[in-house]
């Protein structure tokens, strides 16, 4: 036979050779968490409400705050914001506002009067909070949205612990604190006014409910040896933030020494201001290292409030025109542990101040004496396993009684995970095992080129002349065009924008678009992680299929 | 951020044999997606012959002309004058060129071509080298660069193509790189509505030869975008120059540092390109600015 001639035309197409052999890993879509959400106390999932800021879906954004936290304008207002320092855009220009565009999603909800689905008392066990302030609350909040029957108890006649009582109205306007603990009773928490301050009135609780949560706070200040408590001069600092959050005055004298560098001396001071007293605030800690928030030290000396830093109280002389304070500069290292430090007086630095009055305003401790013996010490705190519950069975704590974290958020976050363990506690389960800790997304998979620079949208202050007048709120709240504008220089990391980028950069058409999401193509994708590098939100890693052949 | 807003339409096929990661494939599935169904693509001897099939398979479904690498836009002038014969004026003939058969072996063809103006889309791959076979210098390859042919670095400078063909005086011509799918979308688009002959050239980062890891092809070619060592711009009917990047945003030095091919040379020399491509930079800004 004649040999045949090959046609000159191809006959089939290259689909037929699975290239997909080529490769030793494979992309994987995953979602990760981000730097934000790991800093964050409450476990906020960061990435998810901003992308819902910037499709302006304020709603959704709305839900998926509140999933962690019962408060978004509350902690847009206090909270720490340590999502700030952890954020990823800090490597780029700065970091995100995130707390300010929190803020502006929990006033939408409350101008708006977004509620939350009621959730029926499915489960029949009941649990006693004692103390409402931000973690018996959100405790009770994650509790009641859990189906159980809950009851507050609370010695105050409002509710809200130190934010109602310690936070000045000029950064959290009660308002807002109002109708963000009303959601959280309209899910129908019942609430008694009544403390629990001895053993018999625990016991009396452990026999009426399935378990309890101790959230009382610490109340007691601590004390400074050289003062002395007796004498009218000395004023308590939560008394004295008590009495004029509650719009009543304190006698005090013109010239007032508020001794501490933390958040609640700056309230302190801050008040007195705003009450046309003069004010100095004396620090151990050297300026730059107080520990109260940077903002809060900085509005505090636009408000005129004097600073000496790095010195002690040595002796108070009470004379004629009123007291004279020898203080001595010192040395001050901090400690390994958060609040421990160590101080060294550098001789011959002796100085003194006048004033009329001293808040000291030094920390607080946390007091479970009064329930009785049983109740073990951590150090300052009572003690609690990583679930949160006490050495009595059934009886959980957190927030400032049980944790050196004070500040709101922890204790939101706290009263969060102690309702998941007090749930596990009365379905008889053990407490769930710390999940497998991932790791945050880091800056090297966000791919920046898709972000151009773009400069940060802070809050705007009062002006500081305008601050002393009355106790309004100093920071403006963010506009509608604001938050969208800061939104969107978020890089969403580890959570998918369904950008297209992953799908559009492969060189082998090995990915498929599903109707949210995609898939990879095993037969045809080589491997060459293009998709990955071109993510501009480090959602996809490779993932090696082939363990290396080491000899 | 920006999205690429991009979607198959089932012209260019996966198992296709282009290195993993490869760029160029990548510019093909863009280029003839924007294209169409309504096309004959002519191919020389380059990675992109390779790419588009190894005998019997294709990876194109439009048919492809495998010619000789003397005479791509010869061939494509041919397949055209046929197609119009056949009363097809409208099917677009598509030269797809590596830079040896465009700036060097095929150069007089495509001179000879653009002088007649002939209704072809003329796309160069621009690897900067002979690179299927196995990476040796051609004239587009930058001064410094090592190829196999120019172990110790290539010690003249990249021909420039875009104003060779400018002096030709083509309807357009024009620069565009895989990293910057957006504009490459929009020149395909634009040469379409444009009658005569019109030419891409994309900057392709060659893994093996340039020595860039199998995900990085899209950065080095932002880079050089970037750097303004290849800067994106058209020249319409040779006169009118339109710089199509806003600035450059950095130094050739990360660029450089990228590459393995660059890895031998010397401060002195990162230097000299760095003159020669501000120079280069100045001179097409100048001539952007005069037309005005
Ligand atoms: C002046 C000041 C300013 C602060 N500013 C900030 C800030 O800007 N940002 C920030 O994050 N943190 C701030 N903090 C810290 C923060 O307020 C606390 O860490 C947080 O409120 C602790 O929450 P908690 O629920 O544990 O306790 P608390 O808020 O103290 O609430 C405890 C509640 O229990 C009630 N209670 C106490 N004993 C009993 C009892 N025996 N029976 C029944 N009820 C009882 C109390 O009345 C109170 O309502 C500030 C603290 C102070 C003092
Ligand atoms: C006249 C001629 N000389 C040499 C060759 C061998 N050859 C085939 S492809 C090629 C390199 C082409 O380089 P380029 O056009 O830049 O394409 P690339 O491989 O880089 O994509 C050469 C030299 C040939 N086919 N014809
Ligand atoms: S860029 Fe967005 S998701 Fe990433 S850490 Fe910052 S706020 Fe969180
Ligand atoms: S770009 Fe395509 S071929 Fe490369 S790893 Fe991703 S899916 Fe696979
Ligand atoms: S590239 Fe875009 S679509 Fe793909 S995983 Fe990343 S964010 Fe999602
Ligand atoms: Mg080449």
Same mark, same amino acid.
């Given at each position: 036979?004649?040999?045949?001639?090959?046609?000159?035309?191809?006959?089939?197409? !290259?689909?037929?050779?699975?290239?997909?052999?080529?490769?030793?890993?494979?992309?994987?879509?995953?979602?990760?968490?981000?730097?934000?959400?790991?800093?964050?106390?409450?476990?906020?999932?960061?990435?998810?409400? =901003?992308?819902?800021?910037?499709?302006?879906?304020?709603?959704?954004?709305?839900?998926?705050?509140?999933?962690?936290?019962?408060?978004?304008?509350?902690?847009?207002?206090?909270?720490?914001?340590?999502?700030?320092?952890?954020?990823?855009?800090?490597?780029?220009?700065?970091?995100?506002?995130?707390?300010?565009?929190?803020?502006?999603?929990?006033?939408?909800?409350?101008?708006?009067?977004?509620?939350?689905?009621?959730?029926?008392?499915?489960?029949?066990?009941?649990?006693?909070?004692?103390?409402?302030?931000?973690?018996?609350?959100?405790? #009770?909040?994650?509790?009641?949205?859990?189906?159980?029957?809950?009851?507050?108890?609370?010695?105050?006649?409002?509710?809200?612990?130190?934010?109602? *009582?310690?936070?000045?109205? *000029?950064?959290?306007?009660?308002?807002?604190?109002?109708?963000?603990?009303?959601?959280?009773?309209?899910?129908?928490?019942?609430?008694?006014?009544?403390? =629990?301050?001895?053993?018999?009135?625990?016991?009396?609780?452990?026999?009426?409910?399935?378990?309890?949560?101790?959230?009382?706070?610490?109340?007691?200040?601590?004390?400074?040896?050289?003062?002395?408590?007796?004498?009218?001069?000395?004023?308590?600092?939560?008394?004295?933030?008590?009495?004029?959050?509650?719009?009543?005055?304190?006698?005090?004298?013109?010239?007032?020494?508020?001794?501490?560098?933390?958040? #609640?001396?700056?309230?302190?001071?801050?008040?007195?201001?705003?009450?046309?007293?003069?004010?100095?605030?004396?620090?151990?800690?050297?300026?730059?290292?107080?520990?109260?928030?940077?903002?809060?030290?900085?509005?505090?000396?636009?408000?005129?409030?004097?600073?000496?830093?790095?010195?002690?109280?040595?002796?108070?002389?009470?004379?004629?025109?009123?007291?004279?304070?020898?203080? =001595?500069?010192?040395?001050?290292?901090?400690?390994?542990?958060?609040?421990?430090?160590?101080?060294?007086?550098?001789?011959?630095?002796?100085? !003194?101040?006048?004033?009329?009055?001293?808040?000291?305003?030094?920390?607080?401790?946390?007091?479970?004496?009064?329930?009785?013996?049983?109740?073990?010490?951590? &150090?300052?705190?009572?003690? !609690?396993?990583?679930?949160?519950?006490?050495?009595?069975?059934? =009886?959980?704590?957190?927030?400032?009684?049980?944790?050196?974290?004070?500040?709101?958020?922890?204790?939101?976050?706290? &009263?969060?995970?102690?309702?998941? #363990?007090?749930?596990?506690?009365?379905?008889?389960?053990?407490?769930?095992?710390?999940?497998? !800790?991932?790791?945050?997304?880091?800056?090297?998979?966000?791919?920046?080129? *898709?972000?151009?620079?773009?400069?940060?949208?802070?809050?705007?202050?009062?002006?500081?002349?305008?601050?002393?007048?009355?106790?309004?709120?100093?920071?403006?709240?963010?506009?509608?065009?604001?938050?969208?504008?800061?939104?969107?220089?978020?890089?969403?990391?580890?959570?998918?924008?369904?950008?297209?980028?992953? *799908?559009?950069?492969?060189?082998?058409?090995?990915?498929?678009?599903?109707?949210?999401?995609?898939?990879?193509?095993?037969?045809?994708?080589?491997?060459?992680?293009?998709?990955?590098?071109?993510?501009?939100?480090?959602?996809?890693?490779?993932?090696?299929?082939?363990?290396?052949?080491?000899? | 951020?920006? /999205?690429?807003?991009?979607?198959?339409?089932?012209?260019?096929?996966?198992?296709?044999?282009?290195?993993?990661? /490869?760029?160029?494939?990548?510019?093909?599935?863009?280029?003839?997606?924007?294209?169409?169904?309504? +096309?004959?693509?002519?191919?020389?001897?380059? /990675?992109?012959?390779? $790419?588009?099939?190894?005998?019997?398979?294709?990876?194109?479904?439009?048919?492809?002309?495998?010619?000789?690498?003397?005479?791509?836009?010869?061939?494509?002038?041919?397949?055209?004058?046929? @197609?119009? +014969?056949?009363?097809?004026?409208?099917?677009?003939?598509? /030269?797809?060129?590596?830079?040896?058969?465009?700036?060097?072996?095929?150069?007089?063809? @495509?001179?000879? +071509?653009?002088?007649?103006?002939?209704?072809?889309?003329? $796309?160069?791959?621009?690897?900067?080298?002979?690179?299927?076979?196995?990476?040796?210098?051609?004239?587009?390859?930058?001064?410094?660069?090592?190829?196999?042919?120019?172990?110790?670095?290539?010690?003249?400078?990249?021909?420039?193509?875009?104003?060779?063909?400018?002096?030709?005086?083509?309807?357009?011509?024009?620069?565009?790189?895989?990293?910057?799918? @957006?504009?490459?979308?929009?020149?395909?688009?634009?040469?379409?509505?444009?009658?005569?002959?019109?030419?891409?050239?994309? @900057?392709?980062?060659?893994?093996?030869?340039?020595?860039?890891?199998?995900?990085?092809?899209?950065?080095?070619?932002?880079?050089?975008?970037?750097?303004? $060592?290849?800067?994106?711009?058209?020249?319409?009917?040779?006169?009118?120059?339109?710089?199509?990047?806003?600035?450059?945003?950095?130094?050739?030095?990360?660029?450089?540092?990228?590459?393995?091919?660059?890895?031998? $040379?010397?401060?002195?020399?990162?230097?000299?390109?760095?003159?020669?491509?501000?120079?280069?930079?100045?001179?097409?800004?100048?001539?952007?600015? %005069? %037309?005005?």
């Amino acid at each position: 036979m004649e040999p045949q001639a090959s046609p000159l035309w191809t006959t089939r197409t !290259t689909l037929d050779r699975k290239t997909g052999t080529w490769r030793d890993a494979i992309p994987d879509y995953r979602t990760l968490p981000s730097p934000c959400l790991g800093a964050c106390p409450v476990n906020g999932h960061i990435a998810d409400w =901003i992308g819902h800021i910037r499709k302006q879906e304020y709603h959704a954004a709305w839900l998926v705050l509140m999933d962690n936290n019962p408060f978004p304008a509350i902690a847009g207002r206090i909270c720490h914001h340590p999502c700030e320092t952890a954020c990823n855009r800090q490597y780029l220009d700065e970091s995100i506002s995130i707390c300010a565009l929190e803020r502006f999603v929990g006033d939408m909800a409350l101008a708006k009067d977004w509620s939350l689905p009621s959730s029926d008392l499915v489960k029949k066990e009941k649990v006693a909070v004692v103390g409402a302030g931000p973690a018996g609350l959100s405790a #009770a909040y994650q509790l009641r949205r859990r189906g159980l029957q809950v009851t507050l108890f609370e010695s105050q006649n409002q509710l809200g612990g130190l934010m109602r *009582y310690g936070i000045p109205a *000029y950064r959290l306007e009660k308002r807002v604190l109002d109708g963000e603990i009303q959601r959280i009773l309209d899910l129908g928490v019942i609430v008694e006014h009544r403390p =629990i301050t001895t053993q018999q009135q625990l016991e009396q609780l452990q026999n009426s409910f399935d378990a309890i949560y101790l959230a009382t706070g610490a109340a007691r200040s601590k004390t400074l040896p050289v003062l002395d408590y007796a004498k009218p001069w000395v004023i308590d600092s939560v008394e004295f933030l008590a009495t004029t959050n509650a719009n009543k005055s304190h006698p005090t004298g013109q010239h007032l020494i508020v001794i501490g560098g933390g958040s #609640a001396a700056m309230d302190v001071a801050r008040t007195a201001r705003r009450l046309g007293k003069s004010v100095t605030v004396l620090t151990l800690e050297p300026a730059g290292h107080l520990p109260a928030q940077h903002t809060e030290v900085e509005e505090a000396l636009e408000e005129g409030i004097r600073f000496v830093s790095g010195a002690m109280l040595q002796q108070v002389n009470e004379q004629t025109d009123g007291l004279e304070l020898t203080c =001595i500069e010192v040395e001050f290292t901090a400690g390994y542990r958060k609040g421990e430090f160590t101080i060294k007086p550098k001789s011959g630095t002796a100085f !003194t101040l006048k004033a009329n009055a001293i808040v000291p305003s030094i920390g607080q401790d946390a007091n479970y004496a009064i329930w009785g013996e049983s109740f073990k010490a951590q &150090g300052p705190i009572l003690k !609690t396993g990583s679930d949160w519950q006490t050495e009595k069975k059934g =009886i959980f704590a957190g927030g400032d009684l049980a944790s050196m974290e004070r500040f709101v958020t922890h204790a939101v976050g706290m &009263g969060k995970q102690a309702a998941a #363990a007090i749930a596990h506690y009365l379905e008889g389960q053990s407490p769930t095992s710390d999940e497998k !800790t991932v790791a945050a997304v880091s800056i090297d998979t966000i791919n920046t080129y *898709y972000y151009p620079q773009q400069d940060r949208i802070d809050q705007q202050k009062l002006p500081s002349r305008q601050r002393l007048q009355n106790f309004d709120e100093v920071q403006q709240p963010l506009q509608e065009v604001q938050a969208d504008a800061e939104a969107i220089r978020c890089f969403s990391c580890g959570t998918c924008i369904y950008c297209d980028n992953c *799908y559009a950069y492969c060189p082998d058409m090995a990915i498929t678009k599903l109707e949210k999401g995609y898939a990879i193509k095993s037969d045809y994708c080589k491997g060459c992680g293009l998709c990955v590098a071109e993510c501009p939100t480090g959602s996809i890693v490779m993932q090696k299929e082939y363990e290396e052949i080491t000899q | 951020m920006e /999205c690429i807003d991009y979607q198959d339409v089932d012209i260019f096929h996966s198992g296709h044999v282009a290195c993993a990661g /490869c760029v160029e494939a990548l510019s093909l599935r863009v280029i003839l997606n924007i294209v169409g169904q309504d +096309a004959v693509a002519v191919v020389p001897p380059s /990675c992109t012959a390779v $790419i588009c099939g190894i005998y019997p398979n294709s990876a194109l479904s439009i048919p492809a002309f495998h010619t000789s690498l003397e005479s791509a836009a010869a061939t494509a002038s041919g397949v055209k004058r046929a @197609l119009l +014969a056949k009363g097809k004026p409208d099917t677009t003939v598509l /030269c797809l060129a590596g830079d040896g058969g465009t700036y060097d072996i095929g150069l007089q063809s @495509l001179s000879s +071509a653009a002088e007649r103006n002939e209704d072809i889309l003329y $796309i160069c791959f621009d690897n900067e080298g002979y690179m299927n076979t196995g990476g040796q210098k051609s004239s587009s390859t930058p001064e410094g660069a090592a190829t196999g042919s120019t172990p110790l670095g290539k010690t003249t400078r990249k021909k420039n193509l875009v104003d060779i063909m400018a002096a030709h005086r083509v309807p357009y011509i024009t620069t565009t790189s895989p990293g910057h799918i @957006l504009d490459m979308k929009a020149k395909v688009k634009k040469a379409l509505q444009i009658k005569g002959t019109k030419i891409i050239i994309v @900057l392709i980062p060659c893994l093996a030869g340039w020595g860039v890891a199998d995900d990085a092809g899209i950065k080095a070619a932002r880079m050089a975008v970037d750097s303004g $060592i290849f800067p994106l711009y058209e020249v319409e009917d040779g006169e009118r120059y339109t710089v199509n990047q806003l600035a450059r945003t950095q130094s050739v030095k990360p660029y450089l540092a990228l590459q393995k091919r660059y890895r031998h $040379i010397s401060e002195e020399q990162v230097e000299q390109l760095q003159i020669h491509t501000d120079k280069a930079w100045q001179q097409l800004l100048l001539r952007a600015d %005069q %037309q005005q």
